[in-house]
């Protein structure tokens, strides 16, 4: 399973936004739910070897998380007031602190807690920090089907963050010699491993 | 100049459209918004060296082009919703055919006319023809500061698109063994020529 935890700095844990002022409202939903984009949908169709985490530490209720599981997803749509209306939906739910993700719609759990909620979930795989300023993606082993992949928002990190980050990552990477917004991030690290899963005649057997 | 082409076969020319539904109302314009996010944007920046073409197929004021300039663009902001205002208010705008692009906005252009309208402004470079089936751009040489790529919708090209595209491009490249959305497209195609034109002591000197 590939996974991608990004972390909203700013990004509110509850649904009053206004899904006219996104950007404005959401301290900056709108930059995560591009990431949810990128790492779940192809063309025509869903990445079910996927999830994707969005780590919301804006007050006021924040820590918590949301998680859109390629696997059990419907109905997502690529436009980003889609996108805002389902995290809407589903951050008005409640989840009791401790008890790990709820689901709340088909594919779309939602967990109060923050990274800690992450790393409780996230199981096996090994972890990468994306970092502008780690090493070259391109140069680095990677199993393609299995890994968590660990992207900051438009802020970037903060310390504590990085620490803790630095701690649990195996490994610093980056996509390139330019700093990318999040979703593109996300697009280069999955063609990446697509590159590397997939052959010329035609997808793995890996899930 | 890197200039990026998106077809949008079913794009709407004209301003009305719903900002609370743009998949729904305008042909699918948001596909092609997307391309303009991942085209010119990258963190906390524009590219200053790149220009997306959005070509606009769809009735009833089709064809028209809305051309996004790096060098000249203000205020251009990464989220759906702001780029779908800025093309709103640009479509509103009166462009006189045969006239080629009237600045209607910093950096924003509009032209009547479909692709013939943005042949006649490319001025050199060599076109790539970006699809599926082409063959992988990583191991092809290109000018990484100057070229012309042409980008299908969510739909692709029609015969005839892909007829006037395959007898004006050089080549035809894939980004990867998936098919991708647009804006994916767009920034793997950035990513690669990004790596190819900065070197790690700092950007190149090209524009």
Do not use: W
Request: glycine residues 14%; contains cysteine.
């Amino acid at each position: 399973m590939r996974r991608f935890v990004v972390i909203g700095q700013r990004a509110r844990g509850s649904p009053d936004f206004l899904l006219g002022d996104v950007p404005g409202t959401s301290g900056r939903l709108d930059v995560l739910l591009r990431c949810v984009r990128a790492g779940l949908l192809v063309s025509h169709g869903l990445r079910r070897d996927t999830v994707v985490y969005l780590v919301l530490l804006g007050a006021p209720e924040a820590p918590r998380v949301l998680r859109f599981d390629g696997a059990a997803a419907k109905y997502l749509r690529p436009d980003e007031r889609s996108m805002a209306v389902t995290a809407q939906k589903a951050l008005a739910m409640e989840a009791p602190a401790g008890e790990g993700f709820v689901t709340v719609r088909p594919g779309v759990g939602l967990a109060s807690g923050g990274l800690d909620a992450v790393l409780g979930d996230l199981g096996p795989g090994e972890r990468v920090l994306l970092d502008e300023g780690g090493e070259d993606l391109r140069g680095v082993e990677l199993d393609p089907n299995d890994g968590v992949f660990f992207v900051g928002d438009h802020i970037g990190f903060d310390d504590a963050t990085r620490g803790l980050l630095a701690r649990c990552c195996a490994k610093r990477l980056s996509v390139g010699p330019l700093s990318l917004q999040s979703d593109d991030v996300v697009a280069i690290v999955a063609n990446e491993l697509d590159r590397r899963s997939l052959t010329t005649s035609g997808r793995s057997a890996a899930p």
